[in-house]
């Protein structure tokens, strides 16, 4: 079975880091693109920034670009995103999310507060 | 940034009728759009690829047309599970961008 399961979320100050994990099985991690992508309490979808499968290149939202960094260890089937200055518009749920043209796998997320 | 707008925000409908979501990309992107259904409290579905291919699994009462900048997510006959919030989602370029949600509530 295909799972993503997220960890990591919390309650965290303003300019803050937390570090989020995503450990995937059921499929072979190393050749496929990774996401993340956050909800806001009661909004709607953001995405968030994108992996290659070997890490060549990584992408990002404007509204993250400088502040968090998405990376991954294929030979620890995990996807990770270090967070850092994080702000109270931050706080949502974080998903982990596989594919590229299309996101076909979603974790169940994990949960971040940012506030004092 | 390619910004994606759908319309209507929200809809009611009965079970039964025929829902029609649209979706407008401020750029071209070709056929490189993706529709997501949400249900409160758990993580998007992917329904819809390349604008118009059903992912498998997916009931057939759902279809997606177009291309360009143009978009349509079709509910042929609404049924009581479909009742959810719909995202569509650009993957032509960098960044990715999602459309603000369109929620399908009861009539």
């Known amino acids: 079975e295909v799972q993503l399961v997220e960890s990591g979320g919390g309650l965290v100050q303003p300019g803050g880091s937390l570090r989020l994990s995503c450990a995937v099985s059921?499929?072979?991690?190393?050749?496929?693109?990774m996401n993340w992508v956050r909800q806001a309490p009661g909004k709607g979808l953001e995405w968030l920034s994108y992996?290659?499968?070997?890490?060549?290149?990584?992408y990002y939202a404007d509204s993250v670009k400088g502040r968090f960094i998405i990376s991954r260890d294929n030979a620890k089937d995990s996807l990770y995103l270090q967070m850092n200055s994080l702000r109270a518009e931050d706080t949502a749920v974080y998903y982990c999310?596989?594919?590229?043209?299309?996101?076909?796998?979603w974790g169940e997320g994990t949960t971040v507060i940012v506030s004092s | 940034d390619i910004q994606m707008t759908q319309s209507p925000s929200s809809v009611s409908a009965s079970i039964g009728d025929r829902v029609i979501i649209t979706c407008r990309a401020s750029?071209?992107?070709?056929?490189?759009l993706v529709w997501y259904q949400q249900k409160p409290g758990k993580a998007p579905k992917l329904l819809i690829y390349a604008a118009s291919s059903l992912q498998s699994g997916v009931p057939s009462r759902f279809s997606g047309s177009g291309s360009g900048t143009e978009f349509t997510l079709t509910i042929s006959s609404l049924q009581p599970e479909d009742f959810a919030t719909y995202y569509c989602?650009?993957?032509?370029?960098?960044?990715?961008?999602f459309g603000q949600g369109t929620k399908v509530e009861i009539k």
């Open positions: 999310a596989r594919g590229n043209s299309a996101i076909g796998v």
């Open positions: 750029q071209g992107i070709s056929s490189w």
């Open positions: 989602q650009q993957t032509d370029s960098f960044p990715r961008t």
């Open positions: 059921g499929f072979t991690f190393n050749t496929y693109g």
């Open positions: 992996i290659t499968s070997s890490s060549g290149s990584m």
